[in-house]
Each structure stands twice: as C-alpha cells, then as structure tokens.
C-alpha cells in the first residue's frame, strides 16, 4: 500500500517510486480496473499559446506513466490571433480585428499541422461536432489571395 499522502507527494518528487503502475494501482484502483479512459478537457492543449497546454501535455504524460489511459478534448479552433502593425491591415481585409497601441490583432484561420507540437497528434480527429454561436456557424476568415 502507499505511505499516505504526504509520503507520498515525497517520494514521487524524489522519483522514490520505483514501480509507478503497481503504486497507481493502489492509489486509483478504480481508473486502473480494465480499459478505463480518464478524459481530460482543457481549453488549449495543442496551441501551446500560453502555460495551460504544456501543463496538460506534461500531465497527460506522466498519467501514461502511472499506467492510465489519458484522452485530451480540446475545441477544435478556427482561427488564431496574430500580432501585426497596423498598416498590414489590407492584407488581412475580411479577418476580424482589434487595435491596440498601433498593433492590430487580426484573427486568422488556425493550421493545426502547422504547429509546433512536442505530442504526436492523429491527423483525424476521433469525434467531430459543431458549435454554434448565436444561430449560426463561423466560417474561418482567410488572408487576402489565399481564397
């Protein structure tokens, strides 16, 4: 059996638990019974735009080590924003945007297979649903000349 939580916390700090599947199976045996799923759903987890994906990658990856099976659910986005200056606004004349301090902030589709990612991701994703927002479905803008 484990050594209560605070042990615990120590040792797996430490990297003092040597066998991390038999330790998970003590501690969550009911995530470790058959071919259980454990979801996590995060708002960026691919994007890499700030902290929260790579805190989800590194979570998700140190699950797999405890033996558990992690699936991600993110939504899937259409568009990012990018930093431009303000008189490359022509280049972009149906994206939406904000200005702010003489930088515009212009929403642009999002290439997911363009991103830099540390996880190898399936090229398909494995469920597909749309969202829609105040009776109707978004359409990703494009860049002038790439329609």
């Not at 615990?8 to 003590?26: P, Q, R, T, V, Y």
């Not at 659910?73 to 990018?82: G, N």
């Not at 363009?114 to 994703?125: A, D, G, H, I, T």
């Amino acid at each position: 059996m484990t050594g209560g939580t605070m042990i615990d916390s120590i040792l797996l700090m430490l990297h003092g638990i040597k066998d991390m599947e038999a330790w998970s199976k003590a501690l969550f045996p009911h995530l470790t019974k058959g071919d259980r799923r454990l979801y996590l759903v995060a708002a960026e987890i691919t994007l890499l735009s700030g902290g929260l994906g790579r805190v989800m990658q590194y979570l998700g990856r140190a699950l797999h080590k405890f033996g558990l099976n992690p699936i991600f659910v993110e939504p899937h986005y259409l568009r990012k924003i990018i930093r431009v200056p303000e008189d490359q606004l022509k280049d972009y004349p149906n994206c939406p945007y904000k200005i702010f301090n003489g930088t515009a902030r212009i929403e642009v589709p999002l290439d997911y297979t363009q991103l830099p990612l540390p996880l190898y991701l399936q090229r398909v994703p494995d469920l597909d649903f749309t969202i829609t927002m105040q009776g109707r479905r978004e359409d990703p803008c494009l860049p002038s000349g790439k329609r």
